[in-house]
């Protein structure tokens, strides 16, 4: 096998091999790794060199304080309060695919389709952080606007393969977005900055169910059109 097949076939089993986890062992991060995660992630290209993103991560008592923390704002103001604007609804493929993605969550862990009390508890685990050791606040410079957005995008995606590289699952999560007000102000971070999502990571609990199944991806055929 050459070098360059071997690198496409490691991208891969990244890419395919990674899942979103949604329960985590509560052991923590070694901070070296946490760095050494980062430390590849951000060679993520961006519009201009500009590398609009900027990480506050959590790791230990921190973690716990903030949970608690974001979990009783979300009790007491469950309105949301998103810096980047949530879709009114969806349509078409994209609702059929959130649906399914949906369907097998619910499936996996017995929840039947008219149970919305256990639907909304399984919901808030969002906030609960789905009792991850860490997480990732990821923000950009509201003056980048929609391209500074786009670029973090690409940030949280090459994280994302970064942790899987190095053993450690992940959550990417627009629900945090929904408290930007109170993240920002949690953390100091400045007005100017728009908090795009977080990223909950850790340790996989690999005996939970929830952790057990996959979703599809769309065919190339799907998603491609060459001309």
Partial sequence: MTAHNADIDALRRL?????TCRAYLRERVPEDVIRSIVEVARGTASWCNTQPWDLVITSGE???????????????HPAPDADFPFPDEYRGVYLDRRRQAGFQLYEA???????KERRDSQSFENFRLFGAPHVAIVT??????TYGAVDAGGFVSAFLLS???HGVATTP????????????????????RKLVCGISFGYADRTHPVNGYRTERARVDDILRLV
């Fill in 173 to 192: 999560q627009a629900a945090l977005a929904t408290q930007s007000s109170f993240i920002r102000n949690y953390f100091a971070i400045p007005e100017g």
């Fill in 15 to 19: 890419i395919f091999g990674r899942a």
């Fill in 163 to 165: 942790a899987q590289a």
């Fill in 62 to 76: 921190n973690t716990e304080e903030f949970r608690n923390a974001l979990m009783e704002q979300v009790r007491q």
């Fill in 109 to 115: 862990l017995g929840i039947g389709r008219g149970d």
């Fill in 140 to 145: 950009v410079p509201e003056e980048l606007g």
